[in-house]
């Protein structure tokens, strides 16, 4: 449900539209986004031994990919195609992101000259960036918020209070004040960074680290989930405790190299802030509307943090979890 969630909010930025729950077009959509994930986390020989390649043809590691890409390339060709045929977007004014990277290939203000290639490029990295990370984020805290029933107690009733029990609407100034909330959040990306190894990088120029020399196009890849765990950085830090960020400055905004969930520098993550924004704005509903239980039968300590193999850090097994609707009771 969490990744519905992620998955409509992405497709309404970047396609202008979202899919139904039932349709056609919802499963094709799921469909690419599972494909491109494993052939991403594949191993291939080639990329190590570029004369092994003909056994990434023998396993079908090479067919695959080929056969994702291709279906990726019509994907994204097809919603370009379709909003250059629609001038009317422009003028209603519902432009969305491909809108606006036609404009700047058409006005020729991008500092590049944009193709086709460059538009279904940066489609991808939203496509596949910004929605299992979400999703991945919101079901990681809500499973160590039902583990840890006092925090998510202490979470729902700092909301509760600021939102107000007459049922209205959360608003973004409520998210600025939840502290608790916030420290909730940063707990959990510290603990389950969506994604543990970030994208890899590559070295630009010679550089020196201590004793080791690293030569230029050097691929790098940067442990965020060690990082967070660190016993020098963090007390206790397999532990799921948010109180460790109240009245601590250290955030994930690419300042505080102890936690890095969206990277550092220029190459940090530029969907940073809609992410967290869209994480926030979830929690804050989920925790505010509802209270909630375990099936009957489980207990806190079968709720497992098991993790699926991939570039997002995904939980193994899913989370189930029985929502009960808030009355506004705060004696409830």
Known sequence: MLILFSNTIITRIAFGRSYDEESSERSMFENLLSDSQAVSANFFFSDYFPCLSLVDR???GLTRLEKTFKALDSFYQGMVD???????RSKLG???????LLQLQKDGSSPIKLTFDHIKALLQDIFTAGTD??????????TELVKNPNTMEKAQQEIRNIAGNNGSTIHENDLQESRYLQAVIKETMRLHPPAPLL???????????????IPPKTVVHVNAWAIGRDPDSWENPDK?????????SIDFRGRDFELIPFGAGRRGCPGLHMGVATVEFALANLLYWFNWELPDGMKREDTDTDVKLGITMHKKNPLCLMPRKWSGNFDE
Request: aromatic share 12%; glycine share 4%.
């Open 94 to 100: 519902q432009e969305d992101f491909i809108d606006v």
């Open 82 to 88: 379709e909003h250059k045929s629609d001038e009317k």
């Open 133 to 142: 990370t979400s999703a991945a984020t919101l079901v990681w805290a809500m």
């Open 58 to 60: 023998l396993t079908g």
């Open 240 to 248: 799921f405790l948010p109180e460790r960020f109240i009245g601590n």
């Open 199 to 213: 994208v890899p990088h590559e070295t630009t120029q010679k550089c020196n680290i201590f004793e080791y020399e």
